[in-house]
């Protein structure tokens, strides 16, 4: 025993004492959980997560259910639903809507139909696609919710981290922001041999731009088995924290495919759909034929239809609208919404 220390005795003590011996000696955080669970009594960490995992009560799953829509051309059958069940911690699922940023959709295109049910909300292209987009969320959910990282949303915080563009041999990257102190973290997930070939120059790069990079033992989210996960950051106590947690991150679950899957005309309710006594709100899907005077254009499955005037309009009546837009341009209105009038003006095809 370490006089120096407060003995822990719960795996989360272990895990705090480990971030204050980084702190303290500058070691990697998987030394340092070793050394924390040394001075607890045990061999290592995970020595002592399997003793105290025996001794924990056990943790009762709750099911989360995800939905994605497919249509395949070429496939027999052609269409369908794939509607996954798997079970996980209540705390994972009680997480889920503080990972939606508003106005995004969550996990590569989920949205939370209810608070128990992830639905995509475009098709995928193939009954294959659709079971490795549910299979990509899971795995992205167990990330976040292990490592307290949220996906990069800001313009702000993606033009502090521009130049990664120029990392050498980089592929597959996606930008991580810390919700406890804001700090970045890049997941780059390059094939081997993209990697091997800008080793050196990559090693270069990395120290001249002040980061610090590590290979952690454990698959990635792109591509597990065949692509190759590095994290990169500025932050070398936030970088040896994630590497250390996703070493020790469960692998994804197993996941029931044949149970409520359906065709593709059929929903799937929840039962947490059921029980709230709410109606069941489809997806968006795009509008056919005229309506008050507007015809609707492009749109899909998941994306409601534009609309624009059924009649051409007139030299004249395009000459006032553009001084509309002009003094529109020059308002107080809201950057969002001059975005959007910017996007509407610029897409909306002439008449």
Known sequence: MNPLYIVPSTLRGISRLAKKI????????????????????????????RRLASQAEPIVLQPLYLTVYWHDRDGDPFSGRCTAEVELPPDTISALPSLKDRGYWMFGGFELESEDHLRGRLDATSQERAMKRITDAVRQLQFCVATGLRSMRKKADKRRVEFLHELPGRDHISLWIDGATGGWLALDEPYPPRYSEKESKRKKWIEQHGLTETAPDWGGLYLPGSSVPFFLSADSDLLQRVTGIVEQMASVPSID????????????????RVASGKPYRGRPQPSFGQRAGAIPYGGRPGEASDWRPAEPMSIKQHQELGIILRGLAWSDLSVPVLEKLRKRCTNQPSA
């Open 257 to 272: 495919w044949d149970t409520h899957s359906g065709d593709y005309s059929s929903h799937f309710h929840s039962p947490a």
């Open 22 to 49: 980084v702190r303290e000696r500058g070691i990697k955080h998987t030394i340092a959980l070793d050394v924390a669970a040394q001075i607890s009594g045990y061999q290592n960490f995970k020595h002592a997560r």
